[in-house]
């Protein structure tokens, strides 16, 4: 291959092994947007350990009340109405 073009994030090691395989590969590698270029918002989440990550965009956020999405305990409220 004489030119490789990469778009999207590389945001874990198997990422990453496709990247590098690209790199040996290609006379020329072309990334393109800031994912490819920057690692994009996904790899943020590489600053913060995967449990912390996950309790804040789970359990923490502002549309949770007491970790539960409020429309789905509505749903489920329903759900088990109707039964």
């Known amino acids: 291959m ?3 073009i990469l778009s999207g994030a590389v ?3 198997t990422n990453l092994e496709v990247v590098k ?14 994912c490819a270029v920057f690692g994009g918002i996904m790899t943020m989440r590489n600053f913060f350990n995967m449990e912390e990550a996950l309790k804040r965009a789970y359990v923490e956020t ?5 970790g ?4 789905l305990k ?7 109405r109707d039964q």
């Open 2 to 4: 004489t030119v490789g």
């Open 11 to 13: 945001n874990n090691t």
């Open 21 to 34: 395989e690209m790199r040996e590969r290609s006379k020329i590698l072309i990334t393109l947007g800031d």
């Open 62 to 66: 502002e549309s949770t009340v007491e």
């Open 68 to 71: 539960i999405i409020p429309i």
């Open 74 to 80: 509505k749903c489920a409220s329903r759900s088990r």
